[in-house]
């Protein structure tokens, strides 16, 4: 029988107080908050985590999965992927340090020279005497792996079917807006990397993220490109999506906007198209990935925190493989009117923490977010993110 279309699925929401809808002052930059956030929302071996995607392994060979250093990915000539504890067995010391693919047959521990096959079983060390029994302990621990689409989640909870129902939804409303080719982007070309450094707590990055009322008055161009007033959200248990059509003023507020714009029809016209009316869905998946489906452009957004006051926003930008072909420095002129909203995204994160703490200095009673729930409930996916956490974390 063919699979069952999952149903709609549309959060359940706190009712009360403000203070109810929103986390606590004590839910941010807290160190006890940060390790039970590693060990509930960000273990390999619970999940589901996004680890990476397949348009970033090139080839066979193995590196440090973008969005988690503690991952070692692996892949094999057949284009068989998995997910590795990145931690040598004999002394526990990092296998490898940067994500940069490493072309070998073999993983290799540089401190002693310890050898695993791509599988995490151990090969051997130099000078070293080991049993079968003890090479097979002394194996790299294996973490879950899911594919969907070229994504890879890892961890059990990848597996669970609530899970890949929830892939099943984003799947469903992207048919429903015409767009089901816009997931796969495995042949997009990678044309430029970025890892940003922030001060504050990943959780902010996310609300701002699931927060679309703040984009007519702060993101001129982003708004005069996107039409917020066509915004139609898709839940799960642990994503939401963002689906907006091109705005009429064509990027009107913002000269790169415009260009992109601009260039969009002449891509299309040259590849004998209509030019798509969806200019963007937004998607995060739970905690911490963001998958950005503009017309021309795909953004990959992984959220890595390094403690409960400090995280990396590392992105990857792909565009399609004939664009700058057809459009001589289009894709430059997107990365352009991209990088325009991303600085002002930042001062919208920087803003954030300084105000936390500011209020808790304070000691001031009030909700650390009220969002705005009427018409199109433009901060809906933020109290998403809001609940999910709550529950995840148990509180």
Same mark, same amino acid.
């Given at each position: 029988m063919p699979p069952t279309t999952p149903q709609p699925f549309r959060p359940t929401l706190p009712v009360g107080r403000p203070q109810e809808r929103s986390l606590g002052f004590d839910a941010y930059g807290d160190a006890a908050v940060y390790a039970?956030? %590693?060990?509930?929302?960000f273990h390999p071996a619970v999940g589901p985590l996004f680890v990476g995607h397949r348009a970033l392994l090139d080839g066979p060979g193995h590196a440090a999965a973008e969005a988690d250093d503690r991952v070692l990915l692996t892949c094999d000539e057949d284009g068989t992927v998995r997910a590795l504890a990145n931690v040598c067995t004999h002394a526990m010391r990092p296998l490898v340090a940067a994500r940069e693919r490493v072309r070998q047959s073999c993983v290799t521990c540089p401190y002693h020279l310890w050898s695993f096959r791509r599988d995490g079983s151990l090969i051997g060390g130099p000078a070293i005497a080991l049993d079968e029994a003890q090479r097979d302990r002394l194996a790299l621990t294996a973490f879950p792996l899911q594919q969907w689409r070229g994504s890879? #989640?890892? +961890?059990? +909870? @990848?597996? *669970?079917?609530? #899970? %890949?129902? *929830? &892939?099943?939804?984003?799947?469903?409303? #992207?048919? @429903? &807006? +015409?767009?089901a080719d816009w997931l796969d982007f495995g042949d997009w070309c990678l044309v430029h990397t970025e890892d940003e450094a922030y001060d504050g707590d990943w959780k902010s990055f996310m609300e701002v993220y699931g927060d679309c009322y703040h984009v007519p008055p702060f993101h001129a161009g982003l708004a005069s490109f996107a039409d917020c007033d066509t915004l139609d959200w898709t839940f799960g248990e642990t994503f939401h999506l963002q689906a907006l059509r091109l705005n009429a003023e064509r990027g009107g507020r913002s000269t790169a906007y415009a260009a992109w714009c601009d260039g969009l029809d002449r891509y299309h016209e040259l590849r004998g198209e209509t030019v798509p009316e969806l200019a !963007? !869905?937004?998607? @995060? #998946?739970?905690?911490? !990935?963001m998958i950005e489906y503009y017309n021309g452009l795909r953004v990959i957004s992984v959220l890595v925190p390094s403690g409960p006051d400090r995280y990396v926003n590392r992105v990857r930008y792909f565009v399609p493989p004939d664009m700058e072909r057809l459009v001589p420095g289009l894709p430059a002129t997107v990365l352009a009117a991209y990088g325009e909203t991303a600085v002002q995204d930042r001062a919208l994160n920087e803003s954030r923490h300084a105000g936390l703490a500011m209020a808790a200095e304070l000691g001031l009673d009030a909700a650390t977010y009220l969002p705005n729930l009427s018409g199109p409930q433009p901060e809906l996916g933020t109290v998403h993110f809001h609940t999910w956490w709550r529950h995840r974390m148990g509180r």
């Open positions: 039970e956030e %590693r060990a509930r929302l890879l #989640f890892c +961890g059990e +909870g @990848a597996a *669970d079917p609530a #899970f %890949r129902a *929830d &892939l099943g939804r984003v799947e469903a409303a #992207f048919e @429903a &807006l +015409g767009r !963007v !869905v937004w998607a @995060a #998946f739970y905690p911490n !990935v």
